[in-house]
């Protein structure tokens, strides 16, 4: 079975602050997304990697940034938190771009 | 922009039921759809998938439904059973595969 893992359930940050989410997958898997889940928005997509050290933006990119190092390891970086980036942050990972994506828990991020 | 979209946000069913899930896109050029299933507090998990080049297809009680003439597909849950209360929600996939869209779900609640 696929494991997508996220480094924290809950977070709690203040205003201004550096918030980095962590996502490993165990599959080998080449690509690795970051969503961000809003009531009434649905999944919109933040960043995606194809491969190590390669990124891509979404639809969303802007106030974060990622980080792909490593196959299995893919950040999401908030370099300043804001309180309208207070959401549900899911990662996913596939095989290939047009293949189905494994998602993560979900971290749920509170920014006051 | 392109869109994929859900009908209804909520859904409510009796236990034993038949529930149906519809789901509309606007890229006649999609040719790749999931259904996912989200269970409160977790991440959504896939359910069944199909590709432009079927109208249906069948897994374990689900059977989705794709018309590509009117730009729609449907999720068939049979025989509704109370753990398939969860938001379920479609994506769907353009042609170069990092086009690539989520609906914002609908509630399924069933009642027993």
């Known amino acids: 079975d696929v494991k997508v893992t996220q480094s924290s359930r809950y977070l709690v940050k203040r205003t201004g602050e550096k918030v980095f989410l962590e996502c490993v997958q165990d599959?080998?898997?080449?690509?690795m997304f970051w969503y961000r889940q809003d009531p009434g928005l649905g999944l919109r997509l933040i960043y995606f990697?194809?491969?190590?050290?390669?990124?891509e933006k979404g639809d969303i990119p802007e106030g974060y940034s990622v980080s792909r190092e490593k196959k299995e390891r893919f950040s999401l970086i908030l370099e300043s938190a804001s309180t309208n980036q207070t959401s549900m942050y899911l990662c996913?990972?596939?095989?290939?771009?047009?293949?189905?994506?494994?998602f993560g828990p979900g971290t749920r991020l509170l920014v006051l | 922009g392109e869109s994929v979209g859900l009908h209804l946000p909520t859904l409510s069913v009796q236990e034993g039921d038949n529930s149906i899930i519809n789901c509309a896109y606007s890229?006649?050029?999609?040719?790749?759809f999931i259904w996912y299933k989200q269970e409160s507090g977790k991440g959504p998990q896939f359910i069944i998938d199909?590709?432009?080049?079927?109208d249906k297809r069948q897994g374990q009680r689900v059977t989705v439904l794709l018309n590509k003439t009117v730009k729609h597909l449907s999720l068939q849950i049979a025989a509704t059973q109370p753990g398939d209360s969860a938001v379920y929600f479609c994506?769907?996939?353009?042609?170069?595969?990092?086009?690539?869209?989520f609906g914002t779900g609908t509630s399924l609640t069933v009642i027993p």
């Open positions: 996913a990972s596939s095989s290939q771009l047009q293949e189905t994506q494994y």
């Open positions: 599959m080998d898997h080449e690509n």
């Open positions: 990697s194809y491969d190590v050290k390669m990124k």
């Open positions: 890229n006649s050029a999609s040719d790749y």
């Open positions: 199909i590709r432009s080049n079927m």
């Open positions: 994506a769907g996939w353009g042609p170069t595969g990092n086009q690539f869209y």
